[in-house]
């Protein structure tokens, strides 16, 4: 599926932001593992929670995922978790890969995970190395995917030095801990996103986090889950709300407020950028729901400078370097992204994904194997070569926001994924005033 995107005058209204991935995958695993009657609202039904839903009712969580008022619903199972009989496809879900190699290997479960193409092709050595050393069995087709999880008793203590700050590594180890009971300490360069810490947390588990010479250092010891409510609502997805804040930035006389957003400091740091550079930003109705911070965003048209952006914040705005790039393309000067070689992979080749789209529409920008450079430019775009998604759904999301500053249009190719994380994005767009279409 190709879409157009198109100058439209200005972006106004308000909408709800869909639900987080992060935590909506991390709540129908640790959810089901709560085995209690639990009532999940605001969960995103997209096809990343959907892979992990069907993935954990393979292996008996019995989940049932309403798509059309985005809940599920969990209840206690009469028997434990079983082997799956086939294997477990978790799509282009990273997270759901990762997490669940560590969550059904501490269960002691026989399980073989796959994957898409784009997932087949990520490295999944980070997770294989770790949960080997803590005791599990794992074999994995050259540190990608299938990896095939044999039942095996993991050591009750084990400690992890991450060489990466990677929240799906953290999260992979936290959740093994979790279900093989294991005593666990594990210190990463720099804080990664921490939703699995504080939703383990909210759920009684006994888990903290402290830093110590810079570094990240977690916490956790065996103990049992239980719920305080019986309801558990997913707050809005920082990284879903980056690509709406970014049009509203770019394009003229706009003014946009997208409620329930999650603003947790580990995810949301795309704010303080935004704001340095110039953004009409503001939080209103700040509160905590589910453990996590949430507020009311109120954005509206600003003309953006160039910044250089790199070190310790780029893990706590690593999803949101596509769109931030789209942001430093209209904005006056030069803007330097550094510190960014993650992005070489995520769903794509995400670094050159952003380069070649630049210079499809006329963006100047230089890459290194770490960084990008982009020079910004105040006005429209004219050229208009079509743009490759790569597949990616935060790239194809990116450049349709970029299609706001072009009066010709612009066509991104291939946009079918980004139903794997926001599958209302036109929809909502074109709610806001923009004019994304299909192309026949
Ligand atoms: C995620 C962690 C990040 C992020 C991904 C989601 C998570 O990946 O890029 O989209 O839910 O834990 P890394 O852990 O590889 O940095």
Same mark, same amino acid.
């Given at each position: ?170 999260? &992979? ?18 804080? &990664? ?81 935004? *704001? ?8 209103? *109705? ?49 803007? *330097? ?26 963006? *100047? ?76």
């Amino acid at each position: 599926m190709n879409l157009s995107a198109k100058y439209s005058a200005c972006l106004k209204g308000e909408l709800l932001c869909p639900g987080d991935k992060s935590i909506s995958q991390r709540v129908l695993i640790i959810g089901s593992f709560l085995n209690q009657e639990i009532l999940i609202s605001n969960i995103l039904a997209s096809s990343d929670p959907i892979c992990t839903a069907n993935a954990l009712n393979q292996v008996n969580a019995n989940l049932t995922f309403n798509k059309l008022s985005n809940t599920v619903k969990t209840v206690k199972r009469q028997m434990p978790f079983q082997d799956p009989t086939e294997s477990l496809d978790l799509g282009n879900s990273g997270t759901g890969a990762r997490l669940l190699t560590g969550f059904l290997s501490g269960l002691g479960i026989n399980a073989t995970i796959t994957g898409d193409k784009s997932l087949s092709s990520r490295p999944m050595k980070r997770i294989v190395e770790p949960l080997t050393k803590m005791g599990f069995k794992l074999n994995s087709n050259n540190h990608r995917l299938p990896i095939e999880i044999t039942q095996s008793i993991g050591s009750s203590f084990f400690e992890y030095n991450s060489p990466i700050s990677s929240a799906q590594v953290k999260s &992979s180890i936290l959740l093994a801990a979790l279900t093989g009971s294991i005593e666990t300490k594990i210190t990463e360069p720099i804080g &990664s996103r921490d939703h699995t810490e504080r939703m383990l947390k909210y759920f009684g588990a006994d888990i903290h986090s402290e830093i110590k010479n810079e570094k990240n250092i977690i916490h956790f010891s065996p103990s049992d889950l239980s719920i305080q409510d019986e309801n558990y609502y997913v707050v809005g997805d920082f990284s879903s709300a980056a690509f709406l804040i970014v049009a509203a930035l770019i394009s003229e006389d706009s003014e946009i407020i997208i409620r329930d957003v999650g603003i947790n400091p580990t995810r949301a740091a795309l704010i303080n950028v935004l *704001k340095e550079m110039g953004g009409n930003i503001e939080f209103t *109705k700040v509160k905590q729901v589910s453990n996590e911070e949430v507020c009311n965003i109120l954005v509206k048209n600003s003309q953006l400078k160039g910044a250089d952006i790199g070190g310790d914040i780029i893990p706590s705005l690593i999803d949101e370097i596509p769109i931030l790039s789209i942001a430093a393309s209209f904005a006056d000067g030069k803007s *330097k992204i550094s510190d960014i070689g993650e992005l070489r992979v995520k769903e794509s080749d995400r670094l050159n994904a952003i380069s070649k789209g630049l210079d499809a529409i006329g963006i *100047k920008n230089c890459t290194d194997n770490t960084s990008i450079t982009i020079e910004g430019k105040t006005g429209y775009i004219e050229q208009i070569d079509n743009i490759k998604s790569f597949d990616d759904h935060r790239i194809a999301m990116s450049f349709l926001v970029a299609g706001l500053r072009s009066k010709r249009g612009i066509i991104v190719n291939n946009c079918e994924n980004i139903v794997t994380s926001y599958p209302n994005f036109v929809s909502d767009m074109n709610q806001l005033g923009s004019r994304i279409d299909e192309v026949k």
